[in-house]
């Protein structure tokens, strides 16, 4: 059940954290030298209209250093800024079970050779869960007691701007991806998107509903940026798209957690890039700033989490239904 208390607006992923492990929980990104079926050749050649060369992994480490460098160079710094106590393995950029079981296996069991870890996240794409990969992971996750949270990046539950963006894969992978996943006890993050251009807001109410459906555990919101040299960008400077307004991303993200499972776990609500890295980035204000104005609206409107969480479990036999 949820640990969200009647104050809370939604139950944010640092409090999940600290009360499964007990201690303060920080991610440490691991960048791994791969690429994307979506990148190279399987399923196209530039990847989704608004990903760069650098992927998402824009404060990792170079992926010429091996996953014990990068490990050994981070713990230090982030134990002395952060203050935590244990660390999740964050293999983060591009596609990260998009090579070879074997070579996969080495990078994750690289990570559990450090005592501080007590979590590996594997950031991936629903079409690239298989059977083998997970029945390894579900092997270590017993072996080792280290836990496994899979990111499925989905971005958006319109197959439309699926297509538009290609992404290179329809919403129907992503079920199959949640479905296969489910029976080996991982938890499963679910990243999206919520100002994709031709998305409105029943787009955002209906992805909080699939996800809750499904049993999802995490999510992840993103507000989207804009990169150099990424088809996005010329679209975006020949007019062919407009960018909503921050008060209607606010709107989206607070009509999402209305809808969303009180007890799923959110891990963000909106992106954070260096501006420096970026041709448009968060209407030009810092994400904090944003999450606060989500949280203001919210209190504002009386709203919170899984406010309207009731469209389970055949809500149209209610009025035929008896207390026992």
């Given at each position: 059940m949820s640990s969200m208390a009647e104050k809370d607006l939604y139950r944010t992923y640092s409090s999940y954290l600290k009360e499964k492990y007990q201690k303060k929980v920080h991610k440490i990104p691991i960048n791994l030298p791969v690429t994307c079926p979506n990148r190279d050749g399987t399923l196209g050649t530039e990847g989704c209209i608004y990903c760069g060369e650098e992927g998402a992994g824009f404060e990792n480490l170079p992926s010429t250093m091996t996953v014990a460098e990068q490990i050994e160079t981070n713990l230090p710094r982030m134990k002395k800024k952060f203050k935590?106590?244990?660390?999740?393995?964050y293999f983060q950029n591009f596609t990260n079970t998009y090579l070879p079981l074997e070579q996969f296996a080495n990078y994750v069991e690289t990570a559990a050779c450090f005592d501080e870890i007590v979590e590996v996240a594997i950031s991936t794409r629903p079409d690239c869960i298989h059977d083998k990969?997970?029945?390894?992971?579900?092997?270590?996750?017993?072996?080792?007691?280290?836990h496994i949270t899979l990111e499925l990046g989905l971005q958006t539950v319109n197959y439309?701007?699926?297509k538009t963006i290609k992404r290179g894969h329809t919403l129907a992978e992503f079920v199959d991806a949640v479905l296969r996943i489910r029976p080996f006890h991982f938890d499963i993050c679910t990243h999206l998107i919520l100002?994709?251009?031709?998305?409105?807001?029943?787009?955002?109410?209906?992805?909080s509903k699939l996800l809750s459906v499904l049993e999802v555990d995490q999510v992840k919101l993103h507000s989207l940026y804009i990169v150099p040299d990424t088809e996005l960008e010329r679209m975006f400077?020949?007019?062919?798209?407009?960018?909503?307004?921050?008060?209607e991303y606010v709107r989206r993200v607070v009509i999402f957690l209305e809808y969303l499972d009180p007890d799923m776990v959110v891990q963000r609500l909106v992106s954070r890039m260096p501006e420096g890295s970026s041709v448009w980035n968060n209407w030009g204000m810092s994400w904090w700033k944003i999450v606060q104005r989500i949280e203001a609206e919210m209190r504002n409107q009386g709203s919170y989490q899984g406010r309207k969480f009731h469209y389970r479990h055949g809500p149209a036999l209610r009025p035929f239904l008896t207390e026992d």
């Amino acid at each position: 059940m949820s640990s969200m208390a009647e104050k809370d607006l939604y139950r944010t992923y640092s409090s999940y954290l600290k009360e499964k492990y007990q201690k303060k929980v920080h991610k440490i990104p691991i960048n791994l030298p791969v690429t994307c079926p979506n990148r190279d050749g399987t399923l196209g050649t530039e990847g989704c209209i608004y990903c760069g060369e650098e992927g998402a992994g824009f404060e990792n480490l170079p992926s010429t250093m091996t996953v014990a460098e990068q490990i050994e160079t981070n713990l230090p710094r982030m134990k002395k800024k952060f203050k935590a106590g244990a660390f999740i393995a964050y293999f983060q950029n591009f596609t990260n079970t998009y090579l070879p079981l074997e070579q996969f296996a080495n990078y994750v069991e690289t990570a559990a050779c450090f005592d501080e870890i007590v979590e590996v996240a594997i950031s991936t794409r629903p079409d690239c869960i298989h059977d083998k990969w997970l029945h390894y992971l579900s092997e270590f996750q017993e072996r080792t007691g280290i836990h496994i949270t899979l990111e499925l990046g989905l971005q958006t539950v319109n197959y439309h701007t699926l297509k538009t963006i290609k992404r290179g894969h329809t919403l129907a992978e992503f079920v199959d991806a949640v479905l296969r996943i489910r029976p080996f006890h991982f938890d499963i993050c679910t990243h999206l998107i919520l100002n994709l251009p031709g998305d409105t807001l029943l787009d955002s109410q209906e992805a909080s509903k699939l996800l809750s459906v499904l049993e999802v555990d995490q999510v992840k919101l993103h507000s989207l940026y804009i990169v150099p040299d990424t088809e996005l960008e010329r679209m975006f400077q020949e007019d062919e798209f407009s960018m909503i307004s921050l008060e209607e991303y606010v709107r989206r993200v607070v009509i999402f957690l209305e809808y969303l499972d009180p007890d799923m776990v959110v891990q963000r609500l909106v992106s954070r890039m260096p501006e420096g890295s970026s041709v448009w980035n968060n209407w030009g204000m810092s994400w904090w700033k944003i999450v606060q104005r989500i949280e203001a609206e919210m209190r504002n409107q009386g709203s919170y989490q899984g406010r309207k969480f009731h469209y389970r479990h055949g809500p149209a036999l209610r009025p035929f239904l008896t207390e026992d």
